[in-house]
Protein backbone atom coordinates (compact mmCIF):
# COMPACT_ATOMS: atom_id res chain seq x y z
CA UNK A 1 0.00 0.00 0.00
CA UNK A 2 1.32 3.22 -1.09
CA UNK A 3 1.87 5.93 1.64
CA UNK A 4 -0.34 8.42 0.11
CA UNK A 5 -3.06 6.96 -2.17
CA UNK A 6 -5.36 9.31 -4.38
CA UNK A 7 -7.89 8.63 -7.04
CA UNK A 8 -6.28 8.81 -10.25
CA UNK A 9 -9.06 10.56 -12.16
CA UNK A 10 -9.59 11.97 -14.31
CA UNK A 11 -11.71 14.08 -13.70
CA UNK A 12 -13.43 16.10 -16.61
CA UNK A 13 -15.36 19.26 -15.42
CA UNK A 14 -16.49 22.19 -17.42
CA UNK A 15 -15.32 25.74 -16.74
CA UNK A 16 -17.25 26.80 -13.56
CA UNK A 17 -17.85 23.59 -11.52
CA UNK A 18 -16.70 22.97 -8.55
CA UNK A 19 -14.86 19.62 -8.34
CA UNK A 20 -12.84 17.95 -5.11
CA UNK A 21 -9.96 15.68 -4.65
CA UNK A 22 -9.15 13.64 -1.67
CA UNK A 23 -6.26 12.19 -0.65
CA UNK A 24 -5.05 9.49 2.45
CA UNK A 25 -1.58 9.40 4.14
CA UNK A 26 -1.07 5.89 6.36
CA UNK A 27 1.90 7.44 8.55
CA UNK A 28 -0.41 8.97 11.36
CA UNK A 29 3.02 10.89 12.67
CA UNK A 30 3.19 12.80 9.30
CA UNK A 31 3.83 16.48 10.11
CA UNK A 32 3.06 18.87 7.47
CA UNK A 33 0.78 18.38 4.04
CA UNK A 34 0.74 20.35 0.92
CA UNK A 35 -1.00 20.45 -2.88
CA UNK A 36 1.38 20.50 -5.62
CA UNK A 37 -0.07 21.07 -9.16
CA UNK A 38 2.32 19.64 -12.27
CA UNK A 39 1.91 20.16 -15.58
CA UNK A 40 2.88 17.59 -18.31
CA UNK A 41 6.99 17.38 -18.58
CA UNK A 42 7.07 19.88 -15.61
CA UNK A 43 7.98 20.59 -12.42
CA UNK A 44 5.78 19.99 -9.68
CA UNK A 45 4.79 23.82 -8.44
CA UNK A 46 3.40 24.31 -4.55
CA UNK A 47 -0.44 25.21 -4.84
CA UNK A 48 -1.12 25.48 -1.07
CA UNK A 49 0.16 24.27 2.12
CA UNK A 50 -2.52 22.41 4.07
CA UNK A 51 -3.21 23.38 8.25
CA UNK A 52 -5.48 21.17 10.34
CA UNK A 53 -7.75 24.41 10.71
CA UNK A 54 -8.27 24.32 7.27
CA UNK A 55 -7.05 27.24 4.63
CA UNK A 56 -8.03 29.22 1.55
CA UNK A 57 -6.22 30.78 -1.39
CA UNK A 58 -8.80 32.78 -3.62
CA UNK A 59 -10.51 29.64 -5.71
CA UNK A 60 -8.90 26.88 -3.27
CA UNK A 61 -9.39 25.42 -0.26
CA UNK A 62 -7.63 22.87 1.47
CA UNK A 63 -8.66 20.64 4.61
CA UNK A 64 -6.74 18.27 6.90
CA UNK A 65 -8.23 15.52 8.97
CA UNK A 66 -5.41 14.53 11.17
CA UNK A 67 -8.11 11.71 13.28
CA UNK A 68 -8.87 10.25 9.89
CA UNK A 69 -5.27 10.61 7.83
CA UNK A 70 -7.59 12.45 5.16
CA UNK A 71 -6.87 15.78 2.78
CA UNK A 72 -8.96 17.38 0.21
CA UNK A 73 -8.72 20.20 -1.79
CA UNK A 74 -11.42 21.94 -3.46
CA UNK A 75 -11.31 24.18 -6.52
CA UNK A 76 -14.38 26.73 -7.54
CA UNK A 77 -15.10 28.07 -10.43
CA UNK A 78 -12.19 26.07 -12.03
CA UNK A 79 -10.79 27.66 -15.25
CA UNK A 80 -9.32 25.88 -18.33
CA UNK A 81 -5.58 27.04 -16.56
CA UNK A 82 -6.63 24.52 -14.13
CA UNK A 83 -5.89 21.35 -16.72
CA UNK A 84 -2.72 19.45 -14.44
CA UNK A 85 -2.01 16.99 -12.32
CA UNK A 86 -3.02 17.66 -8.45
CA UNK A 87 -0.54 16.11 -6.11
CA UNK A 88 -0.97 15.37 -2.51
CA UNK A 89 2.36 15.94 -0.58
CA UNK A 90 3.48 14.85 2.72
CA UNK A 91 6.68 15.15 5.00
CA UNK A 92 6.24 11.88 7.01
CA UNK A 93 8.01 13.66 9.72
CA UNK A 94 10.14 11.27 12.07
CA UNK A 95 13.31 13.38 11.59
CA UNK A 96 12.99 13.92 8.09
CA UNK A 97 12.38 16.82 6.02
CA UNK A 98 11.84 14.48 2.21
CA UNK A 99 8.21 14.83 0.75
CA UNK A 100 6.07 11.78 0.33
CA UNK A 101 4.10 12.07 -3.35
CA UNK A 102 1.20 10.67 -3.90
CA UNK A 103 0.53 9.48 -7.35
CA UNK A 104 -1.63 12.38 -8.39
CA UNK A 105 -5.00 13.40 -9.38
CA UNK A 106 -5.38 14.48 -13.22
CA UNK A 107 -8.12 17.64 -14.10
CA UNK A 108 -9.38 18.42 -17.26
CA UNK A 109 -11.37 21.22 -17.54
CA UNK A 110 -13.07 21.59 -20.61
CA UNK A 111 -14.89 24.66 -22.01
CA UNK B 1 11.39 35.95 -8.26
CA UNK B 2 14.52 33.96 -8.68
CA UNK B 3 13.89 30.31 -8.58
CA UNK B 4 15.62 27.04 -8.68
CA UNK B 5 17.46 26.60 -11.71
CA UNK B 6 18.95 23.55 -12.89
CA UNK B 7 21.05 22.01 -15.51
CA UNK B 8 21.41 21.26 -18.15
CA UNK B 9 18.11 21.03 -18.72
CA UNK B 10 18.41 17.28 -21.04
CA UNK B 11 20.86 15.25 -20.84
CA UNK B 12 21.75 11.99 -23.48
CA UNK B 13 24.33 9.93 -22.26
CA UNK B 14 25.28 5.86 -23.26
CA UNK B 15 25.21 2.96 -20.59
CA UNK B 16 28.04 2.69 -18.75
CA UNK B 17 28.69 6.60 -18.70
CA UNK B 18 28.81 9.25 -16.23
CA UNK B 19 26.38 12.12 -15.58
CA UNK B 20 26.65 15.15 -13.84
CA UNK B 21 23.48 17.74 -12.39
CA UNK B 22 24.04 21.04 -11.21
CA UNK B 23 21.50 22.65 -9.32
CA UNK B 24 21.34 26.36 -7.74
CA UNK B 25 18.73 26.64 -4.97
CA UNK B 26 16.48 30.25 -4.34
CA UNK B 27 18.63 32.43 -2.58
CA UNK B 28 19.30 32.41 0.72
CA UNK B 29 17.67 28.69 0.65
CA UNK B 30 19.85 26.62 2.66
CA UNK B 31 18.80 23.05 2.16
CA UNK B 32 18.91 21.29 -1.38
CA UNK B 33 16.86 17.73 -2.18
CA UNK B 34 17.06 15.98 -5.19
CA UNK B 35 14.36 13.39 -6.39
CA UNK B 36 13.89 11.10 -9.49
CA UNK B 37 10.90 10.92 -11.54
CA UNK B 38 10.46 8.22 -13.82
CA UNK B 39 7.91 7.73 -16.89
CA UNK B 40 4.32 8.20 -15.16
CA UNK B 41 5.08 7.84 -11.71
CA UNK B 42 5.43 10.08 -8.82
CA UNK B 43 8.77 11.93 -8.12
CA UNK B 44 11.22 9.46 -5.23
CA UNK B 45 13.37 11.23 -2.88
CA UNK B 46 17.04 10.93 -3.35
CA UNK B 47 19.14 12.76 -1.08
CA UNK B 48 18.86 16.13 0.59
CA UNK B 49 21.27 18.22 2.14
CA UNK B 50 21.33 21.05 4.60
CA UNK B 51 24.24 23.64 5.13
CA UNK B 52 26.45 21.65 3.15
CA UNK B 53 25.96 18.63 5.06
CA UNK B 54 23.37 15.21 4.06
CA UNK B 55 20.81 15.57 6.22
CA UNK B 56 18.44 12.77 4.33
CA UNK B 57 19.53 10.08 2.19
CA UNK B 58 16.10 8.06 -0.08
CA UNK B 59 16.53 5.24 -2.47
CA UNK B 60 19.61 6.93 -4.31
CA UNK B 61 21.63 3.96 -5.71
CA UNK B 62 25.25 3.50 -4.28
CA UNK B 63 26.19 4.53 -8.29
CA UNK B 64 24.99 8.53 -7.56
CA UNK B 65 26.41 10.71 -5.08
CA UNK B 66 25.75 13.96 -4.34
CA UNK B 67 27.51 17.13 -2.56
CA UNK B 68 26.40 20.49 -1.33
CA UNK B 69 29.21 23.02 -1.96
CA UNK B 70 29.86 26.68 -0.25
CA UNK B 71 27.60 28.54 -2.39
CA UNK B 72 24.75 26.03 -1.40
CA UNK B 73 24.98 24.72 -4.79
CA UNK B 74 24.18 20.68 -5.38
CA UNK B 75 25.53 18.43 -8.08
CA UNK B 76 24.46 14.97 -8.56
CA UNK B 77 26.88 12.11 -9.91
CA UNK B 78 25.80 9.68 -11.57
CA UNK B 79 28.03 6.72 -12.69
CA UNK B 80 27.71 3.27 -14.63
CA UNK B 81 24.28 4.95 -15.89
CA UNK B 82 21.45 1.89 -16.69
CA UNK B 83 18.80 2.32 -18.95
CA UNK B 84 16.74 2.63 -15.94
CA UNK B 85 18.34 5.62 -15.39
CA UNK B 86 16.31 7.53 -17.65
CA UNK B 87 14.63 9.78 -15.39
CA UNK B 88 13.07 13.41 -14.64
CA UNK B 89 15.72 14.82 -12.11
CA UNK B 90 14.50 17.59 -9.78
CA UNK B 91 16.06 19.43 -7.15
CA UNK B 92 14.37 21.65 -5.06
CA UNK B 93 15.52 24.02 -2.33
CA UNK B 94 13.65 25.02 0.88
CA UNK B 95 14.83 27.48 3.68
CA UNK B 96 14.81 25.23 6.72
CA UNK B 97 14.79 28.14 9.27
CA UNK B 98 11.07 28.64 8.42
CA UNK B 99 9.72 25.30 9.52
CA UNK B 100 7.39 25.17 6.90
CA UNK B 101 9.18 22.58 5.08
CA UNK B 102 7.78 24.27 1.92
CA UNK B 103 10.32 22.52 -0.83
CA UNK B 104 10.38 24.83 -4.32
CA UNK B 105 11.16 22.47 -7.40
CA UNK B 106 13.37 23.69 -10.63
CA UNK B 107 12.16 22.86 -14.07
CA UNK B 108 14.43 19.60 -14.10
CA UNK B 109 17.08 17.77 -15.87
CA UNK B 110 15.45 14.94 -18.55
CA UNK B 111 18.52 12.41 -18.80
CA UNK B 112 18.56 9.89 -21.28
CA UNK B 113 20.40 6.70 -21.57
CA UNK B 114 20.63 5.05 -24.40
Known amino acids: RKEVEQDPGPFNVPEGATVAFNCTYS??????FFWYRQDCRKEPKLLMSVYSSGNEDGRFTAQLNRASQYISLLIRDSKLSDSATYLC????????????FGTGTRLQVFP | AAGVIQSPRHLIKEKRETATLKCYPIPRHDTVYWYQQGPGQDPQFLIS???????DKGSIPDRFSAQQFSDYHSELNMSSLELGDSALYFC?????????????FGPGTRLTVT
Open chain 2, 92 to 104: ASSLEESGAYEQY
Open chain 1, 89 to 100: VVNPGRNTDKLI
Open chain 2, 49 to 55: FYEKMQS
Open chain 1, 27 to 32: NSASQS
